[in-house]
Every structure is written in C-alpha cells, then in structure tokens.
C-alpha cells in the first residue's frame, strides 16, 4: 500500500520526477500557460502576427450626408445670404467709383475753331516780279510746294506783300500787268484750296477807307471796300490781317466787316476771321473784343541789330508774363536774333497757347532742298563736298525738328488748349568745376509747364551759350520722370529724369512728365 502510494504521488527520493522537463532548470512556461503537460503540448511554435483592420474606401457623400454635414437647410440660408451680400457691396463698390469719376473736377475741352489749331505760315511772295519768277519759276513753284507744306502740319497761309506792288486789292476789275498778278493770285487761292491750306491775305499797312475829300471825309469807301471783300472771299480767301495802327482797326469797320462775313459762313470751318497784327506795345481795345479773332504779337521787339542772348532772354521773360487770355494770340518772331537762337525761338512758338505763325524758312523750303541736292550731285567747284554734307544735313533736321512739333501741337490737348504756368528757373553752371551749390537765377535759362489733367509738358529753354545743370531742388511739385519730345539738336530720344538733366547751350527741350510708376 505504501509502495503504490509512492508511484502515485511520484515524489520518492532518489528519483527525478517525469515532468520535470515542464517545471525543472531551463523550463520557461510560455504566455498563458500552466507549465503542465497539456498546454506544453498545444503551445504553438511561432505566435501569429495579428493582421491590420481592412481600410475603408473613400465614396462620395450622398446628399443626404452632404446636409447633415454642411449643417442642414439653415446652411442654405447663410450662403444665400453671404452671396447676396457680396454682390452687394461690389455694386456700393461700383457705384462709388463712377460717383468719385463723375464728381472729381476735370478739365473740359472747348471746341477749338479752325484758326485756333492751325499753324500760321507767313510769306512774303516776291514770286510775282518778274526777276523772281524766272529764278523760281513764280507763282508755279510756290503752287507745287503747297501739298509739301501741308504735309509739315501746316494749316494757313498768311500771304504777305502781294499789294505793295502797285496792286491794289480792291481794284478787281485791273487790266493789262496788274490783270496778270490778279490772275496769278487767283490760282494761288484755287491751289491752296485744293491742298487743304487756308488762306489769309495781308492789308497792313494799306489804305483801306479809299480816297477822301478835302475835308477828309471818305467818299463811300464802305461800298468800294466791302465789295472787294466779296470778290476776295468767293476766290476761296479765309480771312484779313490788319495793323492795330490802321485805320481800319475800329468798331465801325470791323462790324461791316462782319456783315460779309456771315454771307460767306455757312459751317465752323467757313468761317472767315480778322487777324490784327500788334505793332505796339499795348493793343488798342475795342469795346467789342469779338470784332477780332487773331492778335499776332511779336516775340522780340524790332531792332535794326542782332538782338543779344540776354536781351532773347529778357524779352521771352515779358512776352510769358503778359498774356492776356481774353483774346487768342498767334506768336511771331518779330525781332532779330542769331541764328544759334532760331531753333530755340521755333520750339518756343510751337509750344506756347495760341497759334504760331511761322515765318518762311528756306531750310524747310522744298525749292531749297531739291536745288541743294541738285547742287551736290552736279560737283559744284565752289564749295567743297563737306559743306554740301553738312547743308544737307542741317536741312534735314529743320524739317524734322518742325515736323515734330507740329505733330506733337496736333495731337497732344496739353500742347493746343492746356493751362499755361511759368516756372521760376535756379540753375548751376557746369564748368567742370566740383561746386555742387546753385548759382543766383539766370535769365538765360526759362521754363513753363503745359498741362492738361494729368498730362504735363515741361519746356526748357536755354537761351545762353553755357550749360547749365538743373538745381535738384527746383519745382519739388512737379514729375521728376518722363520721356523727351523733340529737342533742337534732334538728338534726345526715351526716358529721363530732371535731376540728371543738362541743358546745352541754345538748346530747348520738349519734355512730357508723368507720374512715378505711370505710363500715361
């Protein structure tokens, strides 16, 4: 009995017990087991890895769930509510701003008559004696060179001389030599029409009330006058130009004047006018400054010498400050000047208000240039070949420099009806020297600004023979930047800026500013 309850209970001494593998040296129980022989026998060799949740693929959402999501029907109401709101305020944005474009001030463009935009080309037509037109061919060549001046942007002929002659422009009905100038004046008035020029004939200086008694009264000159208009104005004529010094140059006359005219009116650009050419200082008034269209003035005052640059200087100065701006003027030279100043002069007529009226040129006279080249192509033995390069030359950029300004006067609103504003000038002269400190105002060197809205046209003018360097300090109010026009050396092309600006001496700039950042 005790022997079998030995091997029961397996714990005899002396003997290894035999499961002593399961619990004995170097046996570890694997996780969750007992150590017993059951589970040492179903412990697996490798423990399973377990595998991941199998991912959910992406599906749209139903409209349902795109509801719930997006916070039900109320949503609806909040977008329908924000979009309403947004066109709102773009249409109060809109709104706004035609308000701010209709109400913020603006310059308003007056309808310019034709006189007012046209340039004014005078000649003095020694073309009808007849040592003169056997030289140019008279009357003929002036008729072929009328589409060439049209072309340069000239609108009006202010023809000069052609009754101081012996012709009288009121006898119409002259026979013999006289018949034959008539005649030939005549085709000069057809031609010009058919080149689309206008044409103003000179009476300065002429006796326009006709003979007169003993007592000095006229005798119905009215009628021998007035009847001479008519012939003059259906041959095709524009307008008259008389002195302030004539007798002519009143009330009474001027207002029978204005009877014919209206007959000959019909549209704005039939109109005929009456240019009053100013020989004084002061124009006499009129009680009815209507009665006068044009007042020519001259630039510099008339003088027997060439007039010095500060005398050009001078004279510029007065003619800029005493505008007046109840009439229309039209701006000649008038006086001498030397020929280094004659491009300068030429730029400051074409910039400034009113129309210039340009006295003839032979550097832009077609005759002139077709005789040059053929005088250069024949090898002429008197002049060397540079002069007849540099002549040629020189011609050349005549008539660009006045192509460029006539063009520039057409097109630009600053340029032909814009407001008019003198600068005070500081200058520093440049004579290689390192003074960086402005020298006292100069009256060698003038400046006005053009501008129409937010155009602006700067035009400098140096009337001495020194350079001169603008002060960087001087019209802080104006642009800085801007791009060059037309100059007198025709040689100033693309932007620029005034503070690095040099003015070479008689040279004058065109210069159209605009604002940092703009391109206008």
Not at 79 to 84: A, K, Q, S
Not at 326 to 349: E, F, Q, R
Request: aromatic content about 8%; some cysteine; charged content about 20%.
């Amino acid at each position: 009995m005790e022997h079998s309850d030995r091997e029961e209970t397996g714990s005899a001494p002396g003997r290894m017990p035999l499961n002593a593998g399961d619990t004995g040296y170097g046996s570890v129980p694997g996780p969750g087991l007992s150590g017993g022989e059951v589970a040492s026998e179903s412990a697996p060799l490798l423990i399973p890895v377990p595998e991941p949740e199998p991912v959910q693929q992406w599906q749209p959402m139903s409209k349902q769930q795109l509801e719930v999501a997006a916070g039900g029907a109320g949503w609806r109401k909040v977008r329908c509510y924000l979009v309403l709101l947004f066109w709102l305020a773009w249409v109060a944005m809109l709104a706004t701003s035609i308000a701010i474009v209709v109400m913020s001030p603006r310059p308003v463009a007056t309808p310019l008559r034709w006189w007012q935009k046209s340039l004014f080309y005078q000649l003095q037509p020694d073309l009808f004696t007849e040592g003169q037109a056997e030289e140019s061919g008279g009357v003929n060549a002036l008729c072929e060179q009328l589409p060439y001046l049209r072309s340069l942007g000239i609108g009006a002929l202010i023809l000069e001389g052609l009754f101081d002659k012996g012709v009288s422009p009121f006898n119409v009905t002259a026979t013999g030599e006289r018949s034959s100038t008539l005649a030939q004046i005549q085709h000069l008035l057809a031609e010009s029409n058919k080149a689309g020029l206008k044409v103003v004939l000179d009476f300065c200086q002429l006796d326009l009330l006709g003979p007169q008694d003993v007592a000095g009264n006229a005798d119905e000159p009215s009628n021998t006058v007035l009847h001479a208009l008519r012939f003059w104005l259906e041959q095709g004529v524009d307008g008259f130009a008389i002195c302030d010094t004539d007798a002519a140059y009143s009330e009474k006359t001027l207002l029978e004047w204005r009877g014919v005219f209206k007959e000959f009116s019909n549209k704005e650009e039939e109109e005929r006018i009456v240019v009053v050419k100013q020989t004084q200082d002061i124009l006499s008034p009129l009680n009815n400054i209507t009665l006068v269209d044009v007042v020519m003035k001259s630039i510099l005052p008339s003088s027997p010498h060439l007039l010095s640059a500060k005398e050009v200087a001078v004279a510029i100065e007065t003619s800029l400050q005493t505008r007046e701006e109840d009439i229309w003027p039209s701006w000649t030279i008038g006086g001498k000047a030397s020929h280094d100043l004659k491009k300068l002069l030429l730029v400051l007529m074409m910039t400034l208000p009113g129309s210039p009226a340009v006295q003839y040129d032979e550097d832009i006279d077609q005759t002139q240039n077709v005789s040059l080249k053929a005088g250069s192509s024949h090898g002429e033995m008197n002049e060397p070949s540079d002069t007849h390069t540099d002549k040629k030359k020189a011609k050349h950029l005549a008539v660009a420099l006045f192509t460029s300004l006539s063009r520039s006067r057409a097109r630009e609103e600053a340029l032909l009806y814009g407001s008019f504003t003198f600068l005070p000038f500081n200058s520093s002269t440049d004579s290689s020297s390192n003074s960086t400190l402005p020298s006292p105002p100069s009256l060698a060197v003038l400046a006005y600004l053009r501008s129409w809205g937010c155009v602006h046209f700067l035009i400098l003018l140096n009337v001495g023979p020194e350079v001169h360097a603008l002060d960087p300090a001087w019209a802080p109010s104006i642009p800085k930047a801007g791009v060059f026009v037309s100059s007198t050396g025709m040689d100033r092309l693309g932007a620029m800026t005034l503070d690095t600006l040099e003015l070479q001496p008689h040279e004058a700039i065109v210069i159209k500013l605009f604002e940092a950042g703009s391109y206008s």
